[in-house]
Protein backbone atom coordinates (compact mmCIF):
# COMPACT_ATOMS: atom_id res chain seq x y z
CA UNK A 1 0.00 0.00 0.00
CA UNK A 2 1.06 3.32 -1.05
CA UNK A 3 2.05 5.99 1.43
CA UNK A 4 1.12 9.41 0.67
CA UNK A 5 2.84 11.15 3.64
CA UNK A 6 6.92 12.12 4.44
CA UNK A 7 7.29 9.51 7.42
CA UNK A 8 9.49 10.90 9.81
CA UNK A 9 7.26 9.52 13.22
CA UNK A 10 9.02 6.52 14.02
CA UNK A 11 11.12 3.87 12.55
CA UNK A 12 8.75 1.50 14.07
CA UNK A 13 6.60 3.12 11.34
CA UNK A 14 9.02 0.84 8.14
CA UNK A 15 6.11 -1.70 6.18
CA UNK A 16 8.17 -5.04 5.71
CA UNK A 17 8.92 -4.63 2.40
CA UNK A 18 7.71 -7.40 -0.92
CA UNK A 19 10.63 -9.30 -0.50
CA UNK A 20 10.70 -9.98 3.39
CA UNK A 21 7.31 -10.50 3.34
CA UNK A 22 8.15 -13.49 0.68
CA UNK A 23 10.60 -14.72 3.61
CA UNK A 24 7.56 -14.54 5.57
CA UNK A 25 5.50 -16.33 3.56
CA UNK A 26 7.74 -19.43 2.79
CA UNK A 27 8.99 -19.91 6.25
CA UNK A 28 9.79 -23.24 7.37
CA UNK A 29 7.12 -23.35 11.09
CA UNK A 30 6.55 -25.26 14.34
CA UNK A 31 5.73 -24.99 17.99
CA UNK A 32 8.11 -22.04 19.19
CA UNK A 33 7.26 -22.94 23.00
CA UNK A 34 8.73 -26.32 22.51
CA UNK A 35 11.80 -25.18 21.03
CA UNK A 36 10.44 -27.09 17.60
CA UNK A 37 10.40 -23.75 15.45
CA UNK A 38 13.07 -24.03 13.11
CA UNK A 39 12.84 -20.10 11.53
CA UNK A 40 12.46 -18.91 15.38
CA UNK A 41 15.43 -21.52 16.67
CA UNK A 42 17.50 -19.61 13.34
CA UNK A 43 16.75 -16.12 14.32
CA UNK A 44 17.57 -16.65 18.21
CA UNK A 45 21.07 -18.55 17.61
CA UNK A 46 21.45 -15.66 14.87
CA UNK A 47 21.05 -13.40 17.87
CA UNK A 48 23.04 -14.80 20.15
CA UNK A 49 26.09 -14.98 18.34
CA UNK A 50 25.75 -12.11 17.11
CA UNK A 51 26.50 -10.21 20.66
CA UNK A 52 28.45 -13.33 22.10
CA UNK A 53 26.30 -15.30 24.06
CA UNK A 54 25.34 -18.44 24.65
CA UNK A 55 21.60 -18.01 23.69
CA UNK A 56 18.63 -16.04 22.63
CA UNK A 57 14.84 -15.74 23.33
CA UNK A 58 12.05 -14.33 20.70
CA UNK A 59 9.90 -11.81 22.24
CA UNK A 60 6.86 -9.79 21.50
CA UNK A 61 8.46 -6.40 21.57
CA UNK A 62 11.77 -4.87 23.22
CA UNK A 63 9.17 -3.53 26.21
CA UNK A 64 9.10 -7.25 27.05
CA UNK A 65 12.90 -7.63 26.89
CA UNK A 66 13.41 -4.89 29.04
CA UNK A 67 10.52 -5.97 31.30
CA UNK A 68 11.84 -9.51 31.38
CA UNK A 69 15.05 -8.80 32.09
CA UNK A 70 14.38 -6.61 35.15
CA UNK A 71 12.28 -9.20 36.53
CA UNK A 72 15.07 -12.00 36.21
CA UNK A 73 17.92 -9.68 37.37
CA UNK A 74 15.87 -7.76 40.62
CA UNK A 75 14.04 -8.84 43.55
CA UNK A 76 11.59 -6.56 45.34
CA UNK A 77 12.80 -2.83 46.18
CA UNK A 78 16.24 -3.43 44.47
CA UNK A 79 17.15 -0.57 42.07
CA UNK A 80 17.54 0.01 38.67
CA UNK A 81 20.07 2.33 37.12
CA UNK A 82 19.10 3.99 34.28
CA UNK A 83 19.53 7.71 32.22
CA UNK A 84 16.60 9.43 33.22
CA UNK A 85 15.61 9.57 29.72
CA UNK A 86 15.72 6.00 29.48
CA UNK A 87 12.50 3.77 27.87
CA UNK A 88 13.04 1.41 31.06
CA UNK A 89 12.24 3.81 33.12
CA UNK A 90 9.53 6.57 31.09
CA UNK A 91 7.96 5.07 28.44
CA UNK A 92 7.03 1.21 29.87
CA UNK A 93 3.89 2.26 32.09
CA UNK A 94 5.95 1.54 35.14
CA UNK A 95 5.77 -2.00 34.37
CA UNK A 96 9.71 -2.64 36.09
CA UNK A 97 7.73 -1.23 39.57
CA UNK A 98 4.90 -4.05 38.81
CA UNK A 99 6.47 -6.72 37.45
CA UNK A 100 10.22 -7.07 39.27
CA UNK A 101 8.41 -4.71 41.84
CA UNK A 102 11.67 -2.91 41.19
CA UNK A 103 13.24 1.36 41.78
CA UNK A 104 14.04 3.16 38.77
CA UNK A 105 17.34 5.38 40.13
CA UNK A 106 17.84 7.59 37.02
CA UNK A 107 20.59 9.33 36.38
CA UNK A 108 21.17 12.69 34.27
CA UNK A 109 23.62 11.93 31.59
CA UNK A 110 24.91 14.22 28.44
CA UNK A 111 22.38 13.43 25.61
CA UNK A 112 21.52 9.95 27.18
CA UNK A 113 25.24 8.68 28.03
CA UNK A 114 26.40 8.87 31.54
CA UNK A 115 29.87 8.57 32.90
CA UNK A 116 31.29 5.29 35.00
CA UNK A 117 31.97 7.56 38.22
CA UNK A 118 28.34 8.88 38.06
CA UNK A 119 27.37 4.96 37.57
CA UNK A 120 29.34 4.31 40.92
CA UNK A 121 27.91 7.38 42.74
CA UNK A 122 24.63 6.05 41.92
CA UNK A 123 25.07 2.93 44.10
CA UNK A 124 23.78 2.76 47.24
CA UNK A 125 26.03 1.42 50.59
CA UNK A 126 24.75 -1.37 51.45
CA UNK A 127 22.77 -0.98 54.17
CA UNK A 128 19.28 -2.25 55.71
CA UNK A 129 18.19 1.07 54.74
CA UNK A 130 18.67 1.55 51.31
CA UNK A 131 17.15 0.11 48.25
CA UNK A 132 19.57 -2.44 46.81
CA UNK A 133 21.26 -1.11 43.50
CA UNK A 134 21.32 -3.97 41.23
CA UNK A 135 21.50 -3.68 37.89
CA UNK A 136 23.14 -0.92 35.74
CA UNK A 137 21.19 -0.32 32.02
CA UNK A 138 22.26 1.34 29.40
CA UNK A 139 20.28 2.67 26.22
CA UNK A 140 22.27 2.07 23.07
CA UNK A 141 21.39 4.07 20.99
CA UNK A 142 19.63 6.60 23.48
CA UNK A 143 16.69 7.46 21.66
CA UNK A 144 14.66 10.21 23.20
CA UNK A 145 17.58 12.48 23.35
CA UNK A 146 18.46 11.85 19.40
CA UNK A 147 19.89 8.37 19.05
CA UNK A 148 23.68 9.22 20.89
CA UNK A 149 25.96 6.42 20.41
CA UNK A 150 27.28 5.28 23.45
CA UNK A 151 31.29 4.98 23.18
CA UNK A 152 32.66 1.82 23.70
CA UNK A 153 35.39 2.67 26.30
CA UNK A 154 32.63 4.22 28.55
CA UNK A 155 30.54 1.22 28.28
CA UNK A 156 32.90 -0.92 29.14
CA UNK A 157 34.40 1.49 32.05
CA UNK A 158 30.86 0.80 33.94
CA UNK A 159 30.94 -2.78 33.55
CA UNK A 160 34.07 -2.60 35.24
CA UNK A 161 32.04 -0.35 38.29
CA UNK A 162 29.24 -3.05 38.02
CA UNK A 163 31.65 -5.88 38.64
CA UNK A 164 33.45 -4.23 41.28
CA UNK A 165 30.19 -3.75 43.12
CA UNK A 166 28.33 -7.16 41.89
CA UNK A 167 25.78 -5.38 39.84
CA UNK A 168 23.83 -6.77 36.76
CA UNK A 169 24.16 -4.87 33.26
CA UNK A 170 21.39 -4.62 31.32
CA UNK A 171 21.60 -3.43 27.68
CA UNK A 172 18.18 -2.01 25.91
CA UNK A 173 19.70 -2.81 22.97
CA UNK A 174 16.62 -1.12 20.71
CA UNK A 175 19.10 0.56 18.53
CA UNK A 176 22.20 -0.96 18.88
CA UNK A 177 22.84 -2.21 15.53
CA UNK A 178 22.47 1.57 14.25
CA UNK A 179 25.42 2.34 17.26
CA UNK A 180 27.13 -0.48 14.97
CA UNK A 181 27.12 0.47 11.84
CA UNK A 182 27.63 4.08 12.78
CA UNK A 183 30.78 3.48 15.07
CA UNK A 184 31.97 0.03 13.48
CA UNK A 185 32.24 -1.52 16.75
CA UNK A 186 31.01 -4.58 16.65
CA UNK A 187 27.54 -5.78 18.35
CA UNK A 188 29.76 -8.55 20.51
CA UNK A 189 32.15 -5.91 21.17
CA UNK A 190 29.44 -3.30 22.89
CA UNK A 191 27.55 -6.87 24.71
CA UNK A 192 30.78 -8.02 25.84
CA UNK A 193 30.31 -8.39 29.97
CA UNK A 194 26.38 -7.62 29.89
CA UNK A 195 24.04 -9.98 31.49
CA UNK A 196 21.21 -9.16 29.47
CA UNK A 197 21.03 -7.77 25.86
CA UNK A 198 18.50 -7.62 23.03
CA UNK A 199 17.96 -6.05 19.80
CA UNK A 200 14.13 -4.76 18.35
CA UNK A 201 13.58 -6.01 15.17
CA UNK A 202 10.21 -3.84 14.76
CA UNK A 203 12.74 -0.68 14.91
CA UNK A 204 15.22 0.37 11.87
CA UNK A 205 15.37 -3.53 10.42
CA UNK A 206 11.93 -3.07 8.96
CA UNK A 207 10.40 -6.22 10.50
CA UNK A 208 6.66 -5.41 11.61
CA UNK A 209 7.09 -6.98 15.21
CA UNK A 210 9.44 -8.77 17.68
CA UNK A 211 12.69 -8.13 19.64
CA UNK A 212 15.57 -11.10 20.58
CA UNK A 213 16.92 -10.94 24.26
CA UNK A 214 19.79 -12.65 24.16
CA UNK A 215 22.11 -13.68 27.64
CA UNK A 216 23.59 -16.75 29.85
CA UNK A 217 22.11 -19.98 29.37
CA UNK A 218 20.89 -19.87 32.90
CA UNK A 219 19.91 -16.33 32.40
CA UNK A 220 17.53 -17.94 29.75
CA UNK A 221 15.77 -20.74 31.37
CA UNK A 222 14.44 -17.83 33.51
CA UNK A 223 13.60 -15.59 30.94
CA UNK A 224 11.41 -18.38 29.31
CA UNK A 225 9.84 -18.76 32.51
CA UNK A 226 9.06 -14.91 32.73
CA UNK A 227 8.18 -15.09 29.10
CA UNK A 228 5.27 -18.16 30.13
CA UNK A 229 4.46 -16.42 32.86
CA UNK A 230 3.28 -12.78 30.65
CA UNK A 231 2.06 -14.44 28.27
CA UNK A 232 4.85 -14.06 25.77
CA UNK A 233 5.18 -17.86 23.96
CA UNK A 234 4.31 -18.25 20.90
CA UNK A 235 3.31 -21.33 18.35
CA UNK A 236 4.33 -20.87 14.90
CA UNK A 237 6.03 -17.76 15.40
CA UNK A 238 8.46 -18.32 12.24
CA UNK A 239 5.99 -16.43 10.64
CA UNK A 240 7.48 -13.21 11.84
CA UNK A 241 10.90 -15.21 12.79
CA UNK A 242 11.59 -14.71 9.21
CA UNK A 243 11.33 -11.53 8.85
CA UNK A 244 14.25 -10.79 11.20
CA UNK A 245 16.16 -13.54 9.64
CA UNK A 246 15.94 -11.59 6.44
CA UNK A 247 15.92 -8.46 8.37
CA UNK A 248 19.83 -9.36 9.69
CA UNK A 249 20.96 -10.60 6.39
CA UNK A 250 19.57 -7.43 4.26
CA UNK A 251 18.32 -4.38 6.62
CA UNK A 252 21.41 -3.39 8.49
CA UNK A 253 24.51 -2.21 6.61
CA UNK A 254 21.39 -0.09 4.65
CA UNK A 255 21.20 1.79 8.14
CA UNK A 256 23.98 3.87 6.99
CA UNK A 257 21.11 5.23 4.52
CA UNK A 258 19.41 6.16 7.14
CA UNK A 259 22.44 8.10 9.48
CA UNK A 260 23.19 10.24 6.48
CA UNK A 261 19.57 11.49 5.69
CA UNK A 262 19.08 12.29 9.50
CA UNK A 263 22.16 14.19 9.18
CA UNK A 264 21.15 15.76 6.09
CA UNK A 265 17.69 16.82 7.49
CA UNK A 266 19.45 18.28 10.62
CA UNK A 267 22.26 19.82 8.10
CA UNK A 268 19.32 21.45 6.29
CA UNK A 269 16.97 22.08 9.38
CA UNK A 270 19.79 24.07 11.15
CA UNK A 271 19.58 27.08 8.92
CA UNK A 272 15.67 27.20 9.02
CA UNK A 273 15.17 30.46 11.12
CA UNK A 274 13.52 29.32 14.61
CA UNK A 275 14.47 25.90 14.77
CA UNK A 276 17.58 25.00 16.99
CA UNK A 277 18.92 21.54 15.66
CA UNK A 278 22.57 20.26 15.94
CA UNK A 279 23.97 17.97 13.23
CA UNK A 280 26.93 16.88 15.18
CA UNK A 281 24.53 15.42 17.47
CA UNK A 282 22.85 13.39 14.90
CA UNK A 283 25.01 10.09 15.40
CA UNK A 284 22.01 7.58 14.19
CA UNK A 285 18.93 7.87 12.60
CA UNK A 286 17.21 10.80 14.87
CA UNK A 287 17.10 14.36 14.59
CA UNK A 288 15.94 16.37 17.76
CA UNK A 289 14.00 19.84 16.60
CA UNK A 290 13.75 22.69 19.35
CA UNK A 291 11.21 25.20 18.11
CA UNK A 292 11.13 27.37 21.01
CA UNK A 293 12.85 30.21 18.92
CA UNK A 294 10.19 30.16 16.46
CA UNK A 295 7.03 30.98 16.65
CA UNK A 296 4.87 28.20 17.60
CA UNK A 297 5.04 24.84 20.33
CA UNK A 298 5.67 21.56 18.63
CA UNK A 299 2.24 20.95 18.93
CA UNK A 300 1.31 23.09 16.39
CA UNK A 301 4.50 22.50 14.22
CA UNK A 302 3.81 18.81 14.06
CA UNK A 303 0.07 19.62 13.56
CA UNK A 304 1.32 21.98 10.28
CA UNK A 305 4.18 19.77 8.99
CA UNK A 306 1.18 16.93 8.91
CA UNK A 307 -1.30 19.21 7.09
CA UNK A 308 1.65 19.31 4.52
CA UNK A 309 2.52 15.89 4.41
CA UNK A 310 5.67 15.59 6.88
CA UNK A 311 4.19 13.56 9.68
CA UNK A 312 6.51 13.63 12.94
CA UNK A 313 5.50 13.58 16.73
CA UNK A 314 6.08 16.97 19.08
CA UNK A 315 8.17 15.01 22.58
CA UNK A 316 7.76 17.84 24.72
CA UNK A 317 6.28 21.35 24.15
CA UNK A 318 9.34 22.72 22.20
CA UNK A 319 10.86 20.05 20.87
CA UNK A 320 9.83 17.40 17.77
CA UNK A 321 11.66 14.15 17.25
CA UNK A 322 12.17 13.15 13.31
CA UNK A 323 13.33 9.67 12.31
CA UNK A 324 14.85 8.24 9.10
CA UNK A 325 14.45 4.58 8.31
CA UNK A 326 14.21 2.43 4.92
CA UNK A 327 10.30 3.99 3.98
CA UNK A 328 12.20 7.31 4.09
CA UNK A 329 13.74 8.54 0.88
CA UNK A 330 16.52 11.05 0.79
CA UNK A 331 14.32 13.44 -1.78
CA UNK A 332 11.53 13.06 0.53
CA UNK A 333 13.74 14.02 3.25
CA UNK A 334 14.94 17.04 1.30
CA UNK A 335 11.13 17.73 0.72
CA UNK A 336 10.71 17.93 4.33
CA UNK A 337 13.06 20.30 4.78
CA UNK A 338 11.79 22.33 2.51
CA UNK A 339 8.59 22.61 4.01
CA UNK A 340 9.94 23.08 6.98
CA UNK A 341 11.78 25.66 6.25
CA UNK A 342 8.27 27.57 4.05
CA UNK A 343 6.86 27.07 7.54
CA UNK A 344 9.32 28.47 9.53
CA UNK A 345 10.34 31.35 7.18
CA UNK A 346 6.56 32.18 7.25
CA UNK A 347 3.28 31.82 9.01
CA UNK A 348 5.56 29.73 12.26
CA UNK A 349 8.22 32.45 12.39
CA UNK A 350 8.66 33.86 15.46
CA UNK A 351 6.99 37.91 15.88
C1 LIG B 1 11.17 1.14 20.98
C2 LIG B 1 12.03 1.06 22.17
C3 LIG B 1 11.78 0.13 23.19
C4 LIG B 1 10.57 -0.76 23.20
O1 LIG B 1 10.48 -1.59 22.10
P1 LIG B 1 9.03 -2.08 21.57
O2 LIG B 1 9.40 -3.13 20.59
O3 LIG B 1 8.38 -0.87 20.97
O4 LIG B 1 8.29 -2.59 22.75
C5 LIG B 1 12.65 0.07 24.25
N1 LIG B 1 13.73 0.87 24.30
C6 LIG B 1 14.02 1.75 23.34
C7 LIG B 1 15.24 2.58 23.46
C8 LIG B 1 13.17 1.90 22.25
O5 LIG B 1 13.44 2.81 21.32
Redesign the pocket.
Known amino acids: MAKNHIELQ ?1 D ?1 QTRPTPAMREAMASAEVGDEQGFNDPTVNALTERVAELFGKERAVFL ?7 QISAAVHCGPGDEIIAERS ?3 IG ?2 AGGASVLARAAPHPIDGERGVFTAEQAEAAIRFPSRYAPRSRVISI ?6 VGGTVWPLDTVRQIVGVAQDHGLKMHM ?4 VLNAVVASGVSAKDYAQGFDSVWV ?4 GLGCP ?3 VLAGSSDFIDQAWRWKQRVGGSMRQAGIIAAAGVYALDHHVERLAEDHANAKLLATCLASVPGLGVEPAHVDTNIVIIDVSASGSDAPTWSQRLGEEGVRLSPIGLNTLRALTHLDVTRKEVEQAAEIFKRLGEGELAAA
Open positions: STPSGTMCNAHIVEEQTANLDGARDLSKVGA
